[in-house]
């Protein structure tokens, strides 16, 4: 099992050694979080000496180890396999179109990573008491409880994407039994896992901490989410256990946002300056720098227009948009729209600042020479706007080439835990009144600019979180919680997202001008403009290379529970 990462941890020869990865945190995040070379010549006895190196060692948590599956698979797999973005290219755009297979290189690499975390974070929980002996006790489980604390949300990836997947909690102890085979885990005995981790991390995490760590609050964050996927998972197999877990998801959504001290920011757009990094609605974000590759976060190259934007070649979106199935859900008046994608008028002072701000022009044609497209039209007319930032040159220190800005990739905002507590009140039913929930639902539509409601449905619900969290890669966990409830409707909602409704410019003599949406025409393409969902498409598979070396991976063996 996970025998790449094995076979790094014996050639890099990292057994009864610390790996110890470049930390990629803001320095003005943190003057706590620093470089880390990677140790590969100290003994594990060696490196704990003191609270900085325990320190050290946790941080490397926080970056690197995430970032290939962040580069690709969690926006391709999360918005697009979930309906949000528009884009058909290559491998990426085989989660559009629900064609993807074992051989899928984004698979690959996202699975690669999130194993990388799992490795990295149980290597320090075992590590920890062994070779920290002269380190105070308090020191250790604050490093444990972070390690678990990322290994839980690890697992928690994994398995509401791949399903069933194997737990492995001692990477060491394989290498030396030269164990590189190990079967995949129940998802009763995965979601078990997490909890467990997330329990301690919850009891062991200081209540604040350095601005980007991880604290009491995200685990109990986590635990509450994951509580009420549990919920869902058994509201078809176990009605009173699915109670029991939609309460305890309240209770602990409750005691985050009553509790915490944290607080939504005022103002949505604000969410996604690189300046409010760590900002007090974030429970938890992987923390990137500028720099270079692996260091920084790639989603501007990935999802930028143009090199106007930019400011150099890492300009990869100019065939990316939302899907005209999610424009539908946005309200025309809602304030969040402009913070998540670029339409016709919207003006951004932060991006070309030396030219007095960026102009959205669905066609941006160079004013000394009009047959000179700088900027073409989407096939939905609009482009990416949520992690694109703006040039070096409107950011200076925080955006570089390597397809590596300084903004932080969100994990988990409180606003999502006030959604959370909301789903859990609605519970097996199919909506609620309750006035605490209906408070945390309106607080998010106050700062929307929508009007408050009186009462919700799990499918309004499931709405506000897509507009809510769009490009954020959430929405896949969503449609996956709908799935565990009602599976034939999320999977008619699946076959019936608008998914290929595209626009073509109007070629009639009367046409309108190509900067009016009204100067193109909706054309409803590929198969009636939808993609009927296959429900043995609701798990990625597990990487062809992954079960080649290790068969118990393979579909057809069957998954175990896991021995605790």
């Given at each position: 099992m996970i025998f790449n990462i094995i076979n790094i941890f014996k050639m890099k020869k990292y057994f009864k050694f610390i790996f110890i990865l470049p930390v990629l945190i803001m320095a003005s995040c943190s003057e706590e979080f620093v470089t880390i070379p990677v140790q590969d010549a100290s003994t594990s006895g060696n490196f704990f000496k003191s609270e900085v190196d325990v320190r050290a060692a946790t941080a490397a948590l926080y970056g690197s180890p995430w970032f290939q599956f962040n580069d690709k698979f969690n926006w391709a797999a999360g918005e697009e396999l979930a309906g949000n973005l528009y884009h058909t290219w290559d491998q990426e755009g085989q989660f559009f179109y629900y064609s993807y297979n074992a051989g899928n290189a984004h698979i690959r690499s996202g699975w690669l990573s999130l194993y990388r975390v799992v490795a990295i974070a149980s290597s320090i929980i075992n590590d920890m008491p062994v070779f920290a002996t002269t380190i105070p006790q308090d020191v250790q489980d604050r490093a444990i409880a972070e390690a678990k604390f990322a290994r839980a949300v690890a697992y928690f990836i994994l398995t509401e994407f791949w399903g069933e997947v194997p737990i492995v909690e001692n990477v060491t102890a394989k290498v030396v039994n030269n164990e590189v085979s190990n079967p995949k885990?129940?998802?009763?005995?995965?979601?078990?896992?997490?909890?467990?981790?997330?329990?301690?991390a919850a009891s062991k995490l200081p209540l604040t901490d350095t601005p980007g760590r991880a604290t009491q609050w995200s685990a109990k964050g986590y635990l509450a989410k994951t509580y009420l996927t549990m919920a869902q998972y058994y509201s078809k197999k176990d009605a009173t256990k699915a109670t029991e877990f939609f309460n305890k998801s309240k209770t602990i959504a409750a005691d985050v946002i009553d509790n915490s001290g944290l607080k939504l920011m005022e103002n949505y757009a604000d969410l996604f300056l690189m300046e409010n990094n760590n900002n007090p609605e974030s429970l938890f974000a992987i923390q990137f720098m500028q720099g270079s590759y692996s260091i920084g976060n790639s989603l501007q190259a990935n999802f930028a227009r143009s090199s106007l934007i930019t400011g150099n070649t890492e300009a990869w979106g100019g065939g990316k948009c939302m899907t005209y199935d999610f424009l539908q859900d946005v309200n025309p008046n809602d304030k969040r729209k402009s913070a998540i994608y670029m339409d016709l008028g919207d003006v951004y002072p932060d991006i070309n600042k030396a030219n007095g701000g960026y102009k959205y022009f669905i066609v941006n044609r160079d004013p000394s020479d009009p047959n000179k497209v700088l900027e073409g039209a989407s096939p939905t007319l609009n482009h990416l706007k949520k992690y694109v930032v703006g040039s070096a040159q409107d950011h200076p220190g925080k955006v570089s080439t390597g397809q590596a800005t300084a903004i932080n990739q969100y994990m988990l905002r409180l606003a999502d835990v006030y959604l959370v507590y909301v789903e859990a009140a609605i519970g097996l039913g199919d909506n609620t009144s309750d006035g605490k929930a209906l408070g945390y639902?309106?607080?998010?539509?106050?700062r929307a600019g929508l009007p408050a409601k009186t009462s919700v449905t799990f499918r309004e619900?499931?709405?506000?979180?897509?507009?809510?969290?769009?490009?954020?890669?959430?929405?896949?966990?969503?449609?996956?919680?709908?799935f565990y409830r009602d599976q034939t409707a999320a999977v008619d909602m699946l076959s019936n997202q608008k998914r290929e409704y595209v626009f073509d410019r109007d070629q009639s003599s009367t046409a309108?001008?190509?900067?009016?949406?009204?100067?193109?025409?909706?054309?409803?393409?590929g198969n009636n403009g939808v993609v009927p969902f296959n429900p043995a498409n609701i798990n990625v598979p597990i990487p062809a290379s992954e079960v080649v070396l290790d068969p118990m991976l393979a579909p057809d063996v069957p998954a175990v529970d896991y021995n605790f």
């Open positions: 885990n129940t998802k009763e005995s995965i979601y078990e896992f997490i909890k467990r981790d997330l329990e301690f639902l309106n607080t998010i539509r106050n619900l499931l709405k506000e979180r897509r507009v809510e969290f769009g490009m954020e890669s959430m929405y896949w966990y969503d449609i996956k919680r709908f309108a001008d190509e900067n009016t949406k009204a100067g193109y025409v909706l054309r409803i393409a």
